[in-house]
């Protein structure tokens, strides 16, 4: 199945929000990538402009300048960060939201409510993606500092390799890299590429980018799930492989995991989102027979106690914002 159909099967009749919403994400993914080679590019502009201001232009000065701009880098990082968990909570709520506002307005049902509570499980999912710990124990402030001193490093590393060079060569070799990469230095640069090996990687902003698409996917990830648990019209959600997924792992294993072997789990038991950094496969929320579930909030209208699911829902989720 491919990935538009999986979001489709499970969409059904709003497959256009379904759509709309995924769109929404990958537009998010490439602003995102844009976003954080800005923030590298910005970077080394600084250290280079502060190296010609130095009056001892030589290494040394170099490696201060850059030491001196990791605080400002990892500020920057971190608002970046804090953007993108924020958009993509939003983001993953955004399909649960119009279909259950379509609902409820059907079953006349005031929907004011049901939006302040979702105003409030974003910001709650927000909370929650930046308080999570990942697989190695650390939290989302701890590994934006680890990207900083990662950045300080490798460009340091690079500095030290130019040792014996004209020291405006080494700025410009590093320049060239955090802005193009290694093969830039290897092209324009050879002697000081030999000293430095395999111990600069092929591009300075993986960590970055990485870090920065986990944790919106992650955000996402939390958006889809808190909002399909504070409404009656979706109660789960579908695993759905990403169509650029380059080979089988564990999502192939949650995409047909589930009691029914399709990939669907109700939401309070949905395996880990994202399976892996880099990850980009969808939890696509999947809505009740809308028809069903309109008949039920009516009646729940006319009898409360009629309606126990959607009672308990109420008393939950909608109740404390009328």
Same mark, same amino acid.
């Given at each position: 199945?491919?990935?538009?159909?999986?979001?489709?099967?499970?969409?059904?009749?709003?497959?256009?929000?379904?759509? @709309?919403?995924?769109?929404?994400?990958?537009?998010?993914?490439?602003?995102?990538?844009?976003?954080?080679?800005?923030?590298?590019?910005?970077?080394?502009?600084?250290?280079?402009?502060?190296?010609?201001?130095?009056?001892?232009?030589?290494?040394?000065?170099?490696? @201060?300048?850059?030491?001196?701009?990791?605080?400002?880098?990892? @500020?920057?990082?971190?608002?970046?960060?804090?953007?993108?968990? @924020?958009?993509?909570?939003? !983001?993953?709520?955004?399909?649960?939201?119009?279909?259950?506002?379509?609902?409820?307005?059907?079953?006349?049902?005031?929907?004011?409510?049901?939006?302040?509570?979702?105003?409030?499980?974003?910001?709650?999912?927000?909370?929650?993606?930046?308080?999570?710990?990942?697989?190695?124990?650390?939290?989302?402030?701890?590994?934006?500092?680890?990207?900083?001193?990662?950045?300080?490093?490798?460009?340091?590393?690079?500095?030290?390799?130019?040792?014996?060079?004209?020291?405006?060569?080494?700025?410009?070799?590093?320049?060239?890299?955090?802005?193009?990469?290694?093969?830039?230095?290897?092209?324009?640069?050879?002697?000081?590429?030999?000293?430095?090996?395999?111990?600069?990687?092929?591009?300075?902003?993986? !960590?970055?980018?990485?870090?920065?698409?986990?944790?919106?996917?992650?955000?996402?990830?939390?958006?889809?799930?808190?909002?399909?648990?504070?409404?009656?019209?979706?109660?789960?959600?579908?695993?759905?492989?990403?169509?650029?997924?380059?080979?089988?792992?564990?999502?192939?294993?949650?995409?047909?995991?589930?009691?029914?072997? !399709?990939?669907?789990?109700?939401?309070?038991?949905?395996?880990?989102?994202?399976?892996?950094?880099?990850?980009?496969?969808?939890?696509?929320?999947?809505?009740?027979?809308?028809?069903?579930?309109?008949?039920?909030?009516?009646?729940?209208?006319?009898?409360?106690?009629?309606?126990?699911?959607?009672?308990?829902?109420?008393?939950?989720?909608?109740?404390?914002?009328?």
């Amino acid at each position: 199945m491919s990935e538009l159909d999986g979001i489709k099967s499970a969409s059904g009749d709003y497959y256009k929000w379904a759509l @709309e919403a995924r769109k929404k994400y990958l537009l998010m993914l490439q602003q995102t990538d844009e976003t954080i080679a800005e923030l590298y590019i910005a970077s080394i502009n600084r250290i280079i402009q502060e190296f010609k201001r130095g009056k001892n232009k030589n290494l040394k000065y170099l490696l @201060e300048a850059i030491a001196k701009d990791v605080d400002k880098f990892n @500020e920057d990082l971190a608002k970046v960060i804090k953007s993108v968990v @924020e958009d993509g909570a939003e !983001n993953g709520m955004y399909f649960t939201k119009q279909v259950s506002t379509d609902v409820l307005k059907k079953a006349g049902v005031d929907i004011v409510p049901f939006i302040k509570s979702m105003e409030f499980n974003r910001k709650r999912a927000v909370q929650i993606s930046f308080a999570r710990s990942h697989k190695d124990g650390l939290k989302l402030s701890e590994r934006i500092w680890n990207v900083g001193q990662h950045n300080k490093k490798i460009m340091s590393d690079i500095v030290r390799a130019g040792t014996g060079e004209d020291v405006v060569t080494v700025a410009r070799s590093l320049e060239s890299y955090v802005k193009k990469g290694k093969t830039s230095i290897s092209a324009n640069y050879p002697n000081m590429m030999k000293r430095m090996g395999s111990r600069i990687p092929a591009n300075l902003d993986y !960590n970055a980018l990485r870090l920065a698409r986990t944790e919106l996917t992650a955000a996402y990830g939390e958006g889809v799930l808190a909002s399909a648990k504070a409404t009656p019209v979706v109660k789960y959600v579908k695993w759905v492989i990403s169509s650029s997924h380059p080979r089988k792992d564990i999502c192939d294993t949650n995409a047909t995991g589930g009691p029914n072997g !399709n990939g669907i789990y109700e939401a309070m038991s949905c395996p880990i989102y994202p399976a892996h950094p880099n990850c980009i496969c969808t939890l696509q929320p999947a809505p009740e027979n809308t028809t069903v579930v309109v008949d039920k909030l009516k009646a729940w209208l006319k009898n409360p106690q009629s309606q126990p699911e959607i009672e308990e829902w109420y008393q939950t989720h909608y109740k404390m914002f009328e």
